[in-house]
């Protein structure tokens, strides 16, 4: 007997309150039939159990010691389909001993009934729980209409084993369960709609959920929502968009909008086909941000080009926000979007320009109050000598205040190119280059030219 | 809009906000301990100076000095006394909605900070002490996007900062969006206007108002094909002239599974000049096993125009990079790349002294999970080029002490060698770091790195400088519902609507 079997019939039989056991074997000599003593097997009306009286008949103190013996005062919280005058009126050839007794065992050495005797009148040639799914409701209730079962009841139902078959959890339930065949009331026998609603977001679209009576006792079942072996891939997080937007997409099942929004910055076209999570849908899948698998340790320092060809990758479930907390500085934001010890190499990715340090930070706001810090800013006439590599820096500097402009203006301001670059009283040096648009500079800001000629500017 | 206007909107949307029935709220509390040592510049008289070895005037205590003749001082740099900064700062970023309006929230991203250390010049950024970074009310829906107030436009002409209106309109099923903007604007790179004294610590010419911006942009998006059209000028509002305007378009091509395409392509219409421009071919392996790209690009900077700088006629540089990540097995990261670049004709002659125009740079690092708990890293760097280089070794390891708490070292070694002022610095780095997840609703992070560092000179000028840096940062996750600290502050500011 497998040990389902055995938990089914506990079940059975579950709730009979402890009283003193009637041991028939040892009254085989004194009763000869059954309906004697449970009349109400054979007539409607009659109580199923004898009451105290009698057994006093003998058990009176003097025949027989007194015995404690009382008929059960509530029926059994069973969810089985049965009754006796029924069965006695529609099997006349079975006979009590037919369930209650072993095959040639003594008469009166009776046993609580085994499911395989059921089984076998009503043709079923299986264990009990490898039954058919059409044959639950043959024998049981549904769980809604058997109200005498607790919820510690429910949850002790035992699994059938076709419910751990490979696929069944995934979807393949659902196909069985199709609402109004004798399958969806067999599914009816151990749950209700509140057990299809720790997992399914999309219950109210569901008939076969909706067949369910409502009942709260069938989440006692409890069940774990499982990813897909589908989701189980690799690269799955990667792909996962657009396989929700094929026609077989089944998301709505176990996810809510919400799902989608836990990553997703934005409402994805296929996240406003969801639903929200309300209440008479199941909570569904309870995902969690991570990281994905491509998100390395070091991706933060290469993901560049990464955000720069596929931006759009990279929206789905990040903001300009999330940009900004290492590209726009922070005054004590060590580690944030250069690396460790940037401070003291940043003069060679300054000079080359290795990314664009104005994007981030403002010259004057950053740069320049640093460098004064540092003493490394111009004060009073140039020519002091900082450069000091070259001994004529000063007289050949304009290859390399072309080049690295941005640079020099982290160390130097306006004032000090005019000492020699203006036509106002300064060297008079032309610094205007290759590509220079006088007439445009002129058209677009003036003022400009000013700083230089004053009111008298070149129209060319 | 006058200023009145917004003050009375303001006024009205923050006492909603005490009534919303959602918020985020993420505080980032951050200090850091450094020190620095700079030059200063000091005079000898001419008489004083003493022949070094190489014939050249030395001070008398061996500190190379440059004399001009017919002056009567002669100048030199000496190593300048170290400084101590101790910047701290507290970033609290707020987004609350649920006011009654399905589609309106509220956000504020503001930083205040000090400086807590003996350096003469504050640390940059913290000055002033409290700075509204971002201050607005927004409008989702599904079609459009309303904002007021003081937000940034991130868009690729740049990162621009504004008091002002912003609204985008979108529609999904046809990929298209457009986007306009207007307000008064803030200095680049900064949250403040470009009429503060904290960006001019030279005290040199400086607006004397805030300029006005506007921009707009179109895009259309598709899954092999997206292309943006941006615009953006601004508009110095006491003159009437233009401080800035651009134009730039970007366009992606996707033609195979995990090829693409970029280009674009930055145009300065206030001086007629081609700006940035980049072209790149990238490649990823369906396994997210590789990726590579190769580009070309050319770069020059961008100036205002109530600045001289672009009248100096700034260079451009050509550029060939690529780069290419390998995982060869689940354990191991590979990453490497490379760029070569040359600057355009200067136009400038100066037969006196020789100047690099061309550089390069290239990196490696990699790295290996030893198992659940252990990693390894290491890497090398170099660049040389114009002006400064630098080349360099890292490494370090990581040890994942249960699911919350993460131990590291890393060490490094730098050489830095300056193209126009003799110093050839060497600097040790070894540290040690600690990150601290006890939960969803606060993170700790600390680093403590000993650097040691050479500035090397033939003269005495050079030093040897040692110090600590330390680093802290705790961030705080507040939140109405559940997995508040799971979930970034931008999801909840998110509108809910096709994209």
């Known amino acids: 007997m497998t040990r389902a079997l055995l938990c089914a019939l506990a079940l059975c039989f579950a709730g009979a309150p402890a009283r003193a056991q009637f041991d028939h074997a040892k009254h085989a000599k004194v009763f000869p039939s059954c309906v004697g003593c449970h009349a109400g097997v054979a007539r409607a009306g009659a109580p199923l159990y004898p009451d105290s009286a009698a057994c006093a008949a003998c058990h009176d103190g003097t025949v027989e010691r007194r015995v404690p013996y009382a008929p059960p005062a509530e029926s059994l919280r069973t969810n089985l389909r049965f009754s006796h005058l029924t069965h006695a009126a529609k099997a006349p050839n079975a006979k009590c001993v037919s369930c209650h007794q072993d095959a040639d065992s003594l008469w009166m050495a009776v046993r609580p009934p085994v499911v395989s005797r059921c089984l076998d009148c009503h043709g079923i040639r299986t264990a009990h729980l490898d039954a058919p799914d059409t044959a639950c409701a043959t024998c049981h209730y549904p769980l809604a209409s058997a109200p005498r079962l607790a919820r510690a009841d429910v949850a002790r139902f035992p699994e059938p084993p076709s419910h751990r078959a490979s696929g069944f959890a995934g979807g393949g339930h659902g196909v069985l369960a199709n609402a109004g065949t004798p399958v969806a009331a067999s599914c009816a026998t151990c749950h209700s709609r509140s057990f299809c609603l720790e997992c399914h977001v999309d219950a109210p679209e569901r008939p076969q959920i909706q067949a369910l009576a409502e009942d709260p006792r069938g989440d006692a079942i409890a069940v774990t929502l499982q990813p897909p072996v589908t989701h189980a891939g690799a690269d799955f997080l990667r792909t996962h968009g657009a396989a929700s937007r094929l026609p077989s997409a089944t998301c709505a099942t176990c996810h809510t909008r919400e799902s989608c929004l836990t990553c997703h910055v934005a409402t994805p076209a296929v996240a406003v086909a969801l639903h929200s999570a309300e209440p008479g849908r199941g909570a569904g899948a309870q995902l969690s941000r991570h990281r994905p698998a491509w998100h390395t340790a070091d991706f933060q320092r290469h993901h560049a080009p990464s955000a720069e060809t596929a931006v759009q990758t990279c929206a789905a479930c990040h903001t300009r926000r999330d940009c900004l907390q290492c590209h726009r500085p922070d005054a004590a934001g060590a580690g944030a979007y250069h690396p460790a010890g940037f401070l003291s190499r940043h003069p060679a990715a300054a000079y080359s320009r290795e990314s664009s340090c104005n994007t981030c930070h403002n010259p004057g706001q950053f740069c320049v109050s640093c460098h004064k810090s540092a003493g490394l800013v111009a004060t009073g006439t140039l020519g002091s000598g900082y450069h000091d590599a070259n001994r004529f820096f000063l007289a050949g500097h304009g290859v390399a205040a072309r080049q690295s402009l941005e640079t020099c203006t982290s160390c130097h301001v306006e004032r000090d190119c005019l000492t020699c670059h203006s036509a106002l009283g300064g060297r008079r040096f032309d610094p205007h280059g290759p590509g220079f648009d006088a007439a445009r500079m002129i058209k677009k800001n003036p003022e400009v030219c000013t700083a230089c000629h004053g009111t008298s500017i070149p129209t060319q | ?499």
């Open chain 2, 1 to 499: 809009m006058t200023r009145a206007r917004l003050s009375f909107l303001l006024a009205v949307l923050i006492p909603g906000a005490v009534r919303a029935q959602g918020y985020r709220l993420r505080v980032d509390l951050r200090g850091q301990a450094v020190s620095y040592r700079g030059v200063t510049l000091d005079s000898v008289p001419v008489g004083d100076t003493v022949p070094g070895v190489g014939g050249g005037p030395v001070t008398p205590d061996g500190i190379a000095a440059l004399c001009v003749q017919g002056e009567a001082y002669c100048s030199f740099y000496r190593p300048g006394a170290p400084q101590r900064s101790d910047p701290v700062s507290t970033t609290a970023d707020f987004t609350a909605w649920g006011f009654g309006l399905p589609g309106l929230s509220l956000h504020v991203l503001a930083r205040g900070g000090a400086d807590l250390g003996d350096a003469a010049v504050s640390w940059p950024g913290t000055t002033p002490a409290v700075q509204l970074l971002e201050g607005y009310a927004e409008y989702a829906q599904p079609r459009y996007v309303i904002r007021l107030g003081r937000q940034t436009q991130a868009a690729p002409i740049g990162f621009t900062g504004f008091d002002g209106a912003s609204a985008t309109a979108r529609d999904a099923r046809l990929g298209l969006d457009a986007t306009g903007y207007l307000g008064w604007g803030l200095a680049d790179a900064s949250a403040l206007p470009v009429t503060s004294a904290a960006l001019n610590p030279l005290d040199d010419f400086q607006p004397v108002e805030r300029q006005l911006v506007a921009g707009a942009a179109l895009g259309f998006r598709s899954a092999p094909f997206d292309v943006r059209w941006s615009y953006e000028r601004q508009v110095d509002r006491r003159s009437d002239y233009f401080v800035s305007e651009r134009t730039r378009v970007d366009a992606a091509l996707r033609p195979l599974a995990g090829w693409s395409l970029t280009a674009s392509g930055m145009y300065d219409l206030a001086q007629a000049l081609w700006g940035n421009v980049d072209l790149r071919l990238a490649w990823q392996a369906r396994s997210g096993r590789a990726d590579a790209a190769v580009g070309v690009s050319r770069y020059r900077p961008d100036f205002d125009l109530w600045t001289i700088w672009g009248a100096f006629s700034p260079t451009a540089y050509r550029s060939l990079d690529g780069s290419l990540d390998l995982v060869p097995w689940r354990a191991l990261t590979l990453h490497v790349t490379g760029q070569v670049y040359k600057y355009d004709p200067t136009g400038a002659s100066a037969p006196l002294v020789d100047v690099q125009s061309s550089g390069w740079r290239f990196a490696w690092d990699g790295a290996y999970t030893l198992s659940a708990r252990w990693r390894l890293d290491a890497g090398y760097h170099a660049e040389f080029g114009p002006g400064a280089s630098s080349r360099g070794f890292t490494g370090g390891a990581a040890y994942a002490l249960g699911e919350r708490v993460n131990l590291s070292a890393h060490a490094g070694t730098l050489d830095t060698p300056l193209e126009f002022r003799v110093d050839d610095a060497s600097v040790w780095m070894l540290g040690a770091a600690v990150a601290y997840r006890p939960s969803g609703r606060w993170s700790l992070d600390a680093d403590a790195t000993r650097y040691a560092e050479n500035r090397k000179r033939p003269d005495a000028a050079g030093f040897d400088w040692n110090q600590l840096r330390l680093s802290a940062r705790v961030t705080l996750y507040f939140g109405s519902g559940t997995g508040a600290g799971g979930v970034p502050a931008a999801v909840g500011a998110m509108p809910e609507g096709p994209r």
